[in-house]
């Protein structure tokens, strides 16, 4: 074994030891070189390269009419911005940004006040000027996210922007770029409005109607992606994609909806009328579908408009609609038949110390008349008399009919705004003076006061007298679909097999068809096919809750079903209207009349169509 010489190895252990101990200083030498003198560049290249989690948002669902017309659709609206440090990396950008700016600006502002001529060429130079002279807290001068234009644009608008000079370069070298939103558009305008519902547009939140109602499967579900930007451009790596809204298809039919708006807002406009609001809801007697609903409330300039879904959300005291529930009550318990006979006298009685007073009382009133005739010329006096005969020892029994027979009914509509009826039982300890029950309470809650129904109520109850007894849930959404594809049925909901006995019902559709062909709803008529329903007119308080503040709001209807032989559609037509003349039937009546003299002739056409 050879001997270890120290003489010749160490020496060059030495030499290693010594140039790894240079190379270490030099490693930490460059890494504090790095850490300080080069700190800012470094930084830079960093936020060049930084990757960020970018959300991408879905498409929105459309909302279509029952026979796939759009009502609602999504398209592109765009924010537009300008980055005035864009391209000023290196050390002549900023001078070469100036004079660029210098020689476009003119141009740019001319280009501007033609695609928007609301502001001047001047105003858009002195707003540009603006952004580039700003100084950022990092020292830098120019805005980075500087609005052009403070509103939305749509694509066409946007396209025309993009293509002015400097905007139309690169992002990283002009600066210019922009916010996409998902913007709803209505092609039949006001159309329904209030029930399809509106969005927040600078968030994009659903307001109300059934957008805010199927809101999560119209907005769908966001995607994910991971933007990079290398050598001046931005890389887009998806990482989830974004999953589209479904479409829903309403139950509402665009040419009823249309005709049933038309024939309101004629009759509101009407001088003798001159109507402050004014429902109409247009149902499917089998399933319950709302083939139109209306609401229209006159704004300050005299016109109207869709503003509040007061066809579900307007509780007030029916009137005498209310009266065919009251007496389908007492049919349904047997205790009065179409025979019977009520002495109604000159058209006044006294009720418990207060006076009940027929429309007629100074014309004599209608003497004695049978109890389809009260219903017919809708006698105060022959309604209260008998359910106060009948019912006055025991009123719980009572209202517990009208419960029974599904006028007090909690349709759980999936529309925000929906109030259920409020029809309240009685009590004598509370202390409550809207809750307490007096004597007079029963007489005056039979003829439709001392109640508060909203009008979807009310045409559910109807309809369920058209359906033979079977009450439906008022339907707005038929399907949900995704890429032409049924995902969802929402099927009819029956809500009572039987409000009433089969006997009861075919009488009061009976009656109803009298109302109209021989009572005060003849107006609502129609030469062509029978049509059954009952009046009402109601007074009703004013804004301030009062009933005697000098002039007398009315609040008129007429709610039926046509034709009365073999019910296809049942239709509520409210007005609400200040001073006389003030008449259900010949105002709503007149309203329900063109609706269905325009359906009946709709569905006519159809089937001439379809042969």
């Known amino acids: 074994m050879s001997k270890f010489k120290s003489d010749k190895v160490m020496p060059r252990y030495f030499a290693i030891a010594v140039v790894m101990t240079l190379i270490g200083f030099a490693i930490v030498g460059k890494a504090m070189y790095i850490m300080t003198a080069k700190k800012q560049y470094w930084s830079d290249v960093a936020s060049r390269l930084k990757r960020d989690s970018v959300i991408v948002k879905p498409n929105r669902g459309n909302i279509l009419s029952c026979d796939g017309q759009l009502m609602a659709s999504s398209i592109p609206e765009y924010k537009v911005f300008m980055d005035f440090q864009a391209g000023t990396d290196d050390s002549l950008g900023l001078a070469r940004r100036d004079s660029m700016w210098t020689e476009k600006m003119d141009s740019i502002c001319d280009g501007l006040n033609k695609i928007f001529p609301q502001k001047t060429a001047a105003e858009f130079k002195a707003h540009l000027l603006e952004g580039m002279q700003k100084v950022q807290k990092n020292g830098k001068v ?79 579900t966001n995607g994910l992606m991971h933007r990079r930007k290398v050598l ?10 974004p999953i589209d809204g479904a479409d829903i298809v309403t139950t509402i039919d665009v040419g009823m909806q249309d005709l049933a708006e038309r024939a309101l807002i004629d009759e509101l406009k009407d001088p003798q009328v001159n109507g402050e609001m004014g429902v109409a809801i247009l149902m499917e007697v089998k399933t319950g579908d709302v083939k139109a609903i209306v609401n229209m409330t006159r704004g300050a300039d005299g016109e109207y408009y869709e503003m509040v879904n007061n066809a579900i959300s307007f509780r007030c005291e029916p009137g005498s609609v209310f009266k065919t529930a009251s007496f389908l009550v007492a049919l349904d318990d047997g205790v009065i038949d179409t025979t019977m006979t009520i002495n109604t006298g000159c058209g006044v009685m006294e009720m418990h110390g207060r006076p009940m007073k027929d429309h007629n009382w100074r014309r004599g009133g209608y003497g004695t008349i049978s109890v389809p005739r009260a219903l017919e010329v809708s006698s105060n006096i022959g309604v209260s008399w008998i359910i106060d005969k009948y019912y006055g020892s025991n009123p719980t029994k009572y209202v ?76 707005f959404v038929k399907q949900l679909v995704k890429d032409g594809q ?42 062509s096919f029978k049509v059954a329903g009952k009046t009402g007119t109601a007074q009703v308080a004013d804004q301030h809750g009062s009933y005697h503040s000098g002039t007398t709001r009315y609040w008129l209807s007429f709610c039926g079903f046509f034709p009365a032989d073999e019910p296809r559609y049942t239709c509520i037509v409210c007005i609400r209207k200040s001073g006389l003349p003030a008449s259900g039937g010949g105002m709503s009546g007149v309203v329900f009349h063109h609706i269905a003299e325009g359906v009946m002739a709709q569905n006519l056409k159809r089937s001439v169509d379809d042969a």
């Open 486 to 527: 049924v995902i969802k049925e929402y099927e009819p909901v029956v809500l009572k097999e039987r409000i009433a006995k089969p006997q009861a019902i075919k009488t009061m559709q009976t009656i109803l068809e009298h109302v109209v062909s021989q009572g005060l709803g003849k107006k609502a008529g129609s030469k």
């Open 142 to 220: 120019g805005a980075r996210h500087w609005p052009i234009w403070k509103r939305r644009i749509d694509y066409n608008t946007f396209c025309e922007v993009k293509q002015l000079p400097i905007f139309k370069e690169k992002m990283y070298k002009g600066g210019f770029h922009w916010e996409e939103y998902n913007a709803r558009r209505k092609p039949f305008t006001t159309l329904a409005q209030r029930t399809i519902g509106d969005l927040f547009g600078e968030i994009d939140s659903a307001k109300n109607g059934l957008e805010l109602a199927f809101d999560k499967e119209l907005r769908g």
């Open 400 to 475: 517990k009919g009208l419960y029974r027979v599904g006028i007090h009914e909690d349709l759980k509509l999936p529309i925000m705004g929906y109030h259920p009826p409020y029809i309240r039982m009685p009590d004598t300890k509370t202390t409550d003076r809207a809750k307490y029950w007096s004597k007079t309470t029963l007489p005056w809650m039979s003829i439709g006061y001392e109640t508060q129904i909203a009008p979807i109520n009310t045409v559910a109850f109807y309809n369920a007298i058209a359906n033979d007894g079977k009450m439906m849930q008022p339907r």
């Open 232 to 241: 001046q451009k931005y890389l887009d790596i998806p990482v989830l994609a």
